[in-house]
């Protein structure tokens, strides 16, 4: 059931449901997240039982102010703090050592734990209602695309989960994830926020997961982290990543018996089936986050088989976007 994230009456009854140990879907910035609370196990198992996600696979925890990290960690290391002071509210999660006997399902069963300040206004009106952390992946079946608005998650669940509508997401794509238990920050996942960005806001150097598994020298490998599977976002339809060319000469060649196919990219291409659906790829990376997820479930509504994708451009800021369309065509 879909309500109105504004309404007062539909903000508490959700708080309500997530005090009983219930499930609710609340928009963020990045995407929708499917909630429950981070501090019962019980609960958070509905989490991983709904989406059909592995129980070792972690969670991120939400909260209302980065006053409530220090219910959920141990110890912030400097320049984590100056990543929070920087990015919250916002699309960054910050992953923390845990202390013990807290939201340990939320946290795989490690003992670190990702945690994020949103900044969507409705999620921050609703975690504040929760008066507790709530853990939130994204509200769709595991491994599946992330969805953005809140009748995508009614696609998802049907009627009887009770979604907070909140709008379309801003920025689209999920958040940057930056380990903060190692010494020095590590990027698990790139988001909408740059490395450069990154490092500006903390002072060190924010080393690539690969990067720190190359100089860590035994220290251990990074934590398990949201989103971070080889194959993820992935739609119905099979995703191919193309330069333009060859994705003109594939049309070229097909001509008017193409079939079944939707081509996303930024260069006009010229194409001579009216059963080929076409979008263009915004040419500002952000523009292209907020609206991918969108567009690649739109396709799979249409009933495609293969979805050709344009490469986006090697420069940094489209890190998020080139992270989740090669994780969609790994699938």
Same mark, same amino acid.
């Given at each position: 059931?879909? +309500? ?41 198992? /509905? ?19 980065? /006053? ?45 734990? /990702? ?29 599946? %695309? ?31 994830? %930056? ?40 220290? /251990? ?82 009933? +495609? ?27």
């Amino acid at each position: 059931m879909i +309500v109105s994230g504004t309404d007062p009456q539909a903000l508490a009854e959700a708080a309500r449901r997530i005090q009983a140990g219930e499930l609710v879907a609340f928009p963020t910035e990045t995407v929708y997240g499917l909630g429950a609370d981070a501090s019962s196990d019980k609960a958070v198992a /509905g989490i991983f039982s709904a989406k059909g996600r592995p129980a070792d696979h972690p969670l991120i925890v939400h909260l209302a102010d980065a /006053g409530q990290v220090a219910d959920y960690a141990s110890g912030v290391p400097d320049f984590a703090a100056r990543l929070i002071k920087a990015f919250w509210p916002g699309p960054l999660t910050v992953i923390l050592p845990r202390r013990p006997g807290v939201a340990a399902a939320a946290a795989g069963g490690q003992d670190s734990i /990702g945690l994020r300040c949103p900044s969507h206004p409705v999620a921050l009106a609703f975690l504040k209602a929760c008066n507790t952390g709530v853990a939130g992946p994204s509200a769709n079946r595991f491994g599946r %695309v992330s969805p953005t608005t809140a009748q995508h998650v009614q696609q998802e669940f049907g009627d009887g989960l009770l979604v907070l509508d909140g709008g379309p997401c801003d920025v689209g794509i999920e958040s940057s994830i %930056v380990d903060c238990t190692r010494g020095r920050p590590v990027l698990l996942r790139p988001g909408v926020l740059t490395r450069a960005q990154l490092e500006a806001a903390c002072g060190e150097a924010v080393l690539a997961k690969d990067e720190f598994e190359q100089q860590r020298s035994g220290a /251990g490998a990074a934590p398990r982290a949201s989103g971070t599977l080889e194959a993820h976002y992935a739609p119905n339809a099979k995703v191919r990543l193309m330069e333009a060319g060859p994705i003109q000469t594939a049309l070229d060649l097909l001509g008017a018996e193409a079939a079944h196919i939707a081509v996303y990219a930024r260069s006009i291409v010229r194409i001579k089936s009216e059963q080929v659906l076409y979008r263009r790829m915004p040419d500002d990376a952000l523009a292209a986050a907020q609206q991918l997820f969108a567009v690649l479930r739109d396709f799979d509504a249409k009933g +495609v088989k293969l979805i050709w994708i344009e490469n986006p451009p090697a420069d940094a800021e489209w890190d998020g976007v080139r992270d989740r369309l090669q994780r969609a065509a790994a699938s």
